[in-house]
Structures are given as C-alpha cells and as structure tokens.
Antibody, heavy 121, light 106 residues
C-alpha cells in the first residue's frame, strides 16, 4: 500500500528557511519521479517542483525558482524541499505526490496528506 | 507557459444529475490532460489521466474526453460523495493546474 508522509511544516518568519520531508513506503521509491504541489488557504493547486527517479531531471515553478531546492535520498525513501527566503505568499499546505513514471509523466497518482507552512512575522 | 482554464468555477447539482466540467488549454496539449478530485481538508485524488483513462479504483460514472485544447470531465448519476472540487492539469509540459470547479449540492 503506497504511503507518503510529509513533515517539517510550521510557522516561520519571512526571509527564513524551512526544509520539508516526505517519506515514502509501499513501493520502490527509487523507481519513481516525485513532485511537490502546494495549496494556499482557500485557493487552488499549484505545482512547485519535480524530480526524476535518479535526480537527474529537476524543474521548478517560476514562483519558487532560485529559492526552493528539491532533492531526494533513495536510500532513505525520502523526498525533500528546501525552502529559502520565504515570503508570506508561500503560506500553503505542501503535498508530495508520486509520478507513475520513472522519468516524468507529470501525472500524480498518489499524494501525501500535506504539511502546512505558514510564513508570518 | 500553457494556461489551463476551467469552467464553470462552481456549479450546483442534485444527486443523480449529470455534471459536465470543461477545461481549455491555451495551446494544444494533445491528450496530456489529467483530472483530480479534492474534498475539503483532503489531498487530491487522480481520477482520469491522458484525457480519458480511468484511474484504478475510480467509479465508472466518471469519464473524460477531449484532445488538443478542449477537454471535459463528465460525472454521470452524481452521488453524495462526488460533491468536491475538481481540477484539470496539463501533463504535456509544465504541470499547471486549472483553477478548479467546485461541485455543490443544490
């Protein structure tokens, strides 16, 4: 049974950093691409970043490029999102999601429960 | 960037109704279009991929169609558990989502 569990969210001041984690179980994590998607309170879904199965292909949304870094540790079945220079508009629930392909198909077939990041002074 | 526009943004329907939601891409994306369902406080759920393929475990009352720039999600015989927000998503390149369609009880 596929399971994705995010952690690392919380309240952080503008300009500070936060690192989110997503631990996977129930499937061969190293064989699948992964995504981060966020959702601001009361708003729609916004894709944030993707990483291929081996980390060789990485892409970011323009809104986070240069501030966020996606990475993975296949030995730990873990996906990460390092978020720097956080802004109030980064406030959102962050979801990790599995891509059913090893390279990238941009489909998202399993999702975690999300972790809330609040950027506020 | 390819923009995804959904309509309507919300609709009211009754149990048993047929509901049709449309999604338009700002340029052709072939059949690279997915549909997700999200209930309040929950993660999204993949319903349809590559425009018309039903994800495993999704009831057959959900169907998708379209190609190029115009796509539809149809829900036949709307059930109480179908009241939710639905999002289309481009999987041709940068995976942008549409703005969502909230299906409410009439």
């Amino acid at each position: 049974q596929v399971h994705l569990v995010e952690s690392g969210g919380g309240v952080v001041q503008p300009g500070r950093s936060l690192r989110l984690s997503c631990v996977a179980s129930g499937f061969s994590f190293s064989n699948f691409a992964m995504h981060w998607v966020r959702q601001a309170p009361g708003k729609g879904l916004e894709w944030v970043a993707l990483i291929s199965f081996d980390g060789s292909d990485i892409k970011y949304a323009d809104a986070v490029k240069g501030r966020y870094t996606i990475s993975r540790d296949n030995s730990k079945h873990a996906l990460y999102l390092q978020m720097n220079s956080l802004r109030p508009e980064d406030t959102a629930v962050f979801y990790c999601a599995r891509d059913p392909s090893n390279i990238v198909s941009n489909e998202m077939d399993y999702w975690g429960q999300g972790t809330l990041v609040t950027v506020s002074s | 960037d390819i923009q995804m526009t959904q309509s309507p943004s919300s609709l009211s329907a009754s149990v048993g109704d047929r509901v049709i939601i449309t999604c338009r891409a700002s340029q052709s994306i072939g059949k690279f279009l997915n549909w997700y369902q999200q209930k309040p406080g929950k993660a999204p759920r993949l319903l349809i991929y590559v425009a018309s393929s039903l994800q495993s475990g999704v009831p057959s009352r959900f169907s998708g169609s379209g190609s190029g720039t115009d796509f539809t999600l149809t829900i036949n015989y709307l059930q109480p558990e179908d009241f939710a927000t639905y999002y289309c998503q481009n999987s041709y390149n940068t995976p942008f989502f549409g703005g969502g369609t909230k299906v409410e009880i009439k």
